[in-house]
Each structure stands twice: as C-alpha cells, then as structure tokens.
C-alpha cells in the first residue's frame, strides 16, 4: 500500500505542493470577502 505513496509523505503533516490548498482553512463568514489573517482590520 506505501509503495504508490512519496517516500516524502507524512500523514501528520503531508506535502502537497500540486494542492493549492490553505492548511487552516478559513470559515465561510468571510462570504468571498479577503481572509481575516490578510485584513487590516483583524
């Protein structure tokens, strides 16, 4: 089963450089608006 997973895989904290994802994903309050950690106001 490891062998079709990156010797670099860790299920603690994977690499996944081809996911443009946010590790701390943000809620939908923000409702399209910019992330709270990138406004001025927070």
């Known amino acids: 089963m ?4 990156p010797d670099s895989f860790d299920p ?3 690499d996944l450089p081809t ?3 946010d ?3 943000l ?3 923000h409702e399209g608006e ?3 950690r990138d ?3 927070h």
Do not use: G, K, M, Y
Request: a negative charge; proline letters at 27%.
């Open 27 to 29: 809620p939908d309050d």
């Open 19 to 21: 996911l443009d994802v």
């Open 39 to 41: 406004d001025p106001e």
């Open 12 to 14: 603690q904290q994977p």
């Open 23 to 25: 590790p701390d994903p």
């Open 2 to 5: 490891s062998e079709d997973i």
């Open 34 to 36: 910019a992330p709270t």
